[in-house]
Protein backbone atom coordinates (compact mmCIF):
# COMPACT_ATOMS: atom_id res chain seq x y z
CA UNK A 1 0.00 0.00 0.00
CA UNK A 2 1.35 3.72 -0.68
CA UNK A 3 1.09 6.52 1.32
CA UNK A 4 2.80 9.53 1.14
CA UNK A 5 2.47 11.39 4.41
CA UNK A 6 2.89 15.32 4.15
CA UNK A 7 3.95 17.50 7.64
CA UNK A 8 5.58 20.60 8.46
CA UNK A 9 2.72 22.89 7.72
CA UNK A 10 1.16 25.66 9.49
CA UNK A 11 0.68 29.36 10.32
CA UNK A 12 3.77 32.11 9.52
CA UNK A 13 3.76 35.83 9.38
CA UNK A 14 4.87 37.11 5.86
CA UNK A 15 8.70 36.77 5.29
CA UNK A 16 8.77 33.40 7.79
CA UNK A 17 9.87 30.17 6.60
CA UNK A 18 8.69 26.54 6.64
CA UNK A 19 9.75 23.28 5.94
CA UNK A 20 7.31 20.66 4.80
CA UNK A 21 8.30 17.09 4.46
CA UNK A 22 6.65 14.30 3.14
CA UNK A 23 7.50 10.93 3.97
CA UNK A 24 6.53 7.80 1.46
CA UNK A 25 6.62 4.19 1.53
CA UNK A 26 5.21 1.55 -0.17
CA UNK A 27 7.18 2.60 -3.65
CA UNK A 28 10.78 2.09 -5.18
CA UNK A 29 11.37 5.95 -3.97
CA UNK A 30 14.19 6.42 -5.75
CA UNK A 31 13.18 6.08 -9.46
CA UNK A 32 9.88 8.34 -9.03
CA UNK A 33 9.30 12.18 -9.35
CA UNK A 34 8.34 13.60 -6.45
CA UNK A 35 6.61 17.02 -6.22
CA UNK A 36 5.13 19.46 -4.90
CA UNK A 37 1.47 21.48 -5.71
CA UNK A 38 -0.42 24.11 -3.80
CA UNK A 39 -4.30 24.52 -3.86
CA UNK A 40 -5.33 27.97 -3.10
CA UNK A 41 -8.71 28.48 -1.98
CA UNK A 42 -11.36 28.28 -4.65
CA UNK A 43 -8.34 27.91 -7.23
CA UNK A 44 -6.71 24.82 -9.17
CA UNK A 45 -4.27 22.74 -8.00
CA UNK A 46 -1.10 24.01 -9.15
CA UNK A 47 2.63 22.82 -9.57
CA UNK A 48 5.31 24.44 -7.06
CA UNK A 49 7.88 22.55 -7.79
CA UNK A 50 9.39 18.87 -8.97
CA UNK A 51 13.16 17.10 -8.24
CA UNK A 52 13.24 14.33 -10.94
CA UNK A 53 14.98 10.73 -10.09
CA UNK A 54 17.99 11.89 -12.48
CA UNK A 55 18.08 15.14 -10.72
CA UNK A 56 16.06 18.03 -12.90
CA UNK A 57 14.51 20.46 -11.15
CA UNK A 58 11.67 22.68 -12.04
CA UNK A 59 10.16 25.66 -10.50
CA UNK A 60 6.90 27.66 -10.70
CA UNK A 61 7.99 31.27 -11.65
CA UNK A 62 6.17 32.52 -8.43
CA UNK A 63 8.57 30.66 -5.96
CA UNK A 64 12.07 30.73 -7.55
CA UNK A 65 14.51 31.82 -5.57
CA UNK A 66 12.54 31.50 -2.51
CA UNK A 67 11.56 27.81 -2.13
CA UNK A 68 14.15 24.65 -2.42
CA UNK A 69 12.84 21.03 -3.26
CA UNK A 70 15.24 18.05 -2.18
CA UNK A 71 14.84 14.63 -1.54
CA UNK A 72 16.62 12.04 0.87
CA UNK A 73 16.53 8.81 -0.95
CA UNK A 74 18.24 6.74 1.49
CA UNK A 75 14.72 8.03 4.04
CA UNK A 76 12.03 8.20 1.12
CA UNK A 77 11.54 11.74 2.13
CA UNK A 78 10.96 14.35 -0.07
CA UNK A 79 10.91 18.07 1.17
CA UNK A 80 10.24 21.96 0.60
CA UNK A 81 12.33 24.51 1.95
CA UNK A 82 10.28 27.83 1.64
CA UNK A 83 11.44 31.08 2.75
CA UNK A 84 9.94 34.69 2.44
CA UNK A 85 6.89 34.07 2.47
CA UNK A 86 4.07 35.87 1.39
CA UNK A 87 0.11 35.72 1.82
CA UNK A 88 -0.41 34.81 -1.70
CA UNK A 89 1.55 31.42 -0.82
CA UNK A 90 -1.14 30.47 1.66
CA UNK A 91 -2.58 27.06 0.24
CA UNK A 92 -2.70 23.72 0.95
CA UNK A 93 0.54 21.90 0.00
CA UNK A 94 0.50 18.25 -1.16
CA UNK A 95 3.20 15.91 -1.95
CA UNK A 96 3.36 13.64 -5.14
CA UNK A 97 4.85 10.75 -6.77
CA UNK A 98 4.96 9.94 -10.05
CA UNK A 99 6.69 7.54 -12.42
CA UNK A 100 4.86 7.91 -15.58
CA UNK A 101 6.47 4.76 -17.67
CA UNK A 102 4.01 2.59 -15.31
CA UNK A 103 1.20 5.25 -15.20
CA UNK A 104 1.85 5.48 -11.25
CA UNK A 105 0.29 8.84 -9.73
CA UNK A 106 0.43 9.54 -5.88
CA UNK A 107 -0.86 11.86 -3.67
CA UNK A 108 -0.54 12.95 -0.18
CA UNK A 109 -3.64 13.89 1.82
CA UNK A 110 -2.15 17.87 2.27
CA UNK A 111 -0.87 20.24 4.67
CA UNK A 112 -2.10 23.26 5.60
CA UNK A 113 0.26 26.55 5.26
CA UNK A 114 -1.45 30.12 5.36
CA UNK A 115 0.76 32.82 5.59
CA UNK A 116 -1.06 35.86 7.74
CA UNK A 117 -0.07 38.31 9.74
Known amino acids: QVQLVESGGGLVQPGGSLRLSCAAS????????LGWYGQAPGKQRELVAT???????NYADSVKGRFTISRDNAKNTVYLQMNSLKPEDTAVYYC???????????WGQGTQVTVSS
Open 26 to 33: GIVFSIYT
Open 96 to 106: NARYTFLGADY
Open 51 to 57: RGSGGTI
